[in-house]
């Protein structure tokens, strides 16, 4: 008899979920709230939002494995995960089966918008120092541009559906929604959040280009 | 003015490795007809629209009363039992496929062993009966107990769930809602549960509830209305558990 700790698929199933809650659903919301602080001008964001974030002690450390090492994880073992279904909403057009199909799609486009979006901005200003003293007109300069704005706003409504599937999703697989009715509630509250964080992180994009 | 007919598509196969076609009949309409009475009346006259005899398609029905999920089919682009599918309800002409998901054995008629071998594989049985007479009477279950079980009792491994299950296929090893509803059953039975950890070590291994993506498509397309993906959720908790247990050690 194979024990489950003794097989990785469970293990790493439940870790690929784990993640996408906590740490990179957590640092979703962080990064949409304090990006929405862009309504606030040039000269706080860049002082007191950016700037405070820049001053922490031990960032790059954070970053490293509170970010970019579970997301990078999340990513690898999603594409595994992709690789295995087969679409059928077309047959059976039902909700739950189309969103099914694009949590996976979802995940592929977040991730291709990610490594513009980190390349544009983090990996950018490795080297480029005036990007990470203005980063309130580096992304103003960007998102003027309509394409920009529109593909950041895809990035945004992507993102966000993806962490509330997810999370309806989630409730399920981790046994903490069974019935029909926790299932249906729960639904309508990722469907709130969704709303919300979207209202969020929407705002912040307008902030940079009020 | 023609008589009223009864318009069928058959996909039809003739060997598990020849390639599939499409065959048109039309049989005079009866009322009451559903698709296995409909199919008989084609095995009696097997000739097509226009006029050649072929032989008569081959598909496979037992109770005709819903229980034994023998004559399960695509109709119209939706599983379900031919035995209970009147021809009335469905719109014409009617589209008769075999599943999709299990290897087709002669024109509608489906091999579907892999769900017996699932179901062993998970051990969907109680044993009722050790190496010895263990004097004991059977266990009483409380009405609530027995009145949940029996949803689940009621699955006759049609393979409706996971013909319309978007993780479940040929090629890959997920088990499918039904061994999981099966797990469900079993685990709470009480002589059943004695076999529990071993039942979910059995899911939580490859092609098992890991493997389940939340589509729902199951419990929608069940034709015995078995709340499949609340067996799901109960044994994704009962997993989740069963790790902590297997992490960190038990609880008494």
Not at chain 1, 194 to 199: K, N
Not at chain 2, 54 to 70: L, S, T, Y
Not at chain 2, 193 to 204: D, P
Request: aromatic content about 12%.
């Amino acid at each position: 008899m194979q024990a489950s700790i003794h097989n990785s698929h469970f293990i790493l199933r439940r870790l690929h979920s784990l993640f996408g809650l906590l740490p990179i659903g957590g640092f979703l919301i962080f990064h949409l709230w304090e990006n929405s602080q862009s309504r606030y001008g040039q000269l706080h964001y860049n002082e007191h939002v950016v700037g405070w974030l820049q001053g922490l002690n031990y960032l790059l450390l954070m970053e490293i494995f509170i970010i970019a090492l579970p997301l990078l994880f999340h990513a690898g073992y999603g594409l595994v995960i992709a690789r295995g279904s087969r679409s059928n909403w077309r047959l059976y057009p039902w909700l739950h089966n189309r969103f099914y199909w694009l949590q996976r799609l979802s995940g592929i486009a977040i991730l291709l918008f990610l490594l513009f979006h980190v390349g544009w901005t983090r990996i950018w200003g490795l080297w480029e120092p005036a990007i990470k003293i203005d980063l309130f007109s580096h992304m103003q300069n960007l998102l003027s541009d309509p394409l920009f704005f529109i593909l950041y706003l895809t990035g945004l409504l992507l993102s966000v559906f993806h962490l509330c599937n997810g999370l309806w999703s989630m409730a399920i697989s981790w046994g903490i929604t069974t019935s029909i009715e926790a299932q249906r509630y729960w639904f309508y509250l990722c469907t709130m959040l969704a709303v919300i964080l979207c209202a969020m992180g929407l705002h912040g994009m307008l902030g940079f280009v009020q | 003015m023609m008589d009223k007919t009864i318009d069928l598509d058959i996909r039809r196969q003739d060997t598990p490795y020849s390639p599939p076609y499409w065959q048109a009949f039309s049989i005079p309409y009866r009322e009451g007809h559903n698709i296995v009475s409909a199919l008989m009346a084609i095995r009696e006259q097997p000739i097509t629209r226009d006029g050649h005899r072929v032989d008569p398609v081959a598909w496979e029905f037992n109770c005709m009363e819903e229980v034994c999920g023998a004559c399960s089919m695509i109709i119209n682009g939706h599983p379900r039992q031919a035995c209970s599918t009147l021809i009335d309800t469905l719109e014409q002409p009617i589209r008769l496929e075999p599943l999709s998901k299990f290897p087709i054995v002669r024109d509608l008629m489906v091999d579907r062993s892999r769900i017996f071998s699932d179901l062993k594989k998970v051990r969907a049985w109680i044993e009722i009966d050790g190496a010895w007479d263990i004097h004991e009477g059977a266990p009483r279950i409380s009405p609530e107990a027995w009145k949940e079980n029996y949803l689940y009792s009621r699955c006759m491994s049609c393979g409706c769930c996971m013909e319309a299950c978007p993780q479940y296929g040929p090629e890959k090893a997920f088990i499918g809602p039904d061994s999981l509803a099966a797990v469900r059953l079993m685990n709470n039975h009480p002589t059943g549960s004695y076999h529990k950890q071993q039942r979910l070590h059995a899911i939580m291994a490859d092609g098992g509830i890991s493997d389940c993506g939340n589509a729902q498509n199951c419990v929608r397309v069940c034709p015995k209305e078995i709340p499949l993906t609340t067996a799901i959720g109960e044994l994704g908790r009962q997993s989740t558990l069963q790790l902590l247990r297997d992490l960190f050690g038990k609880t008494q």
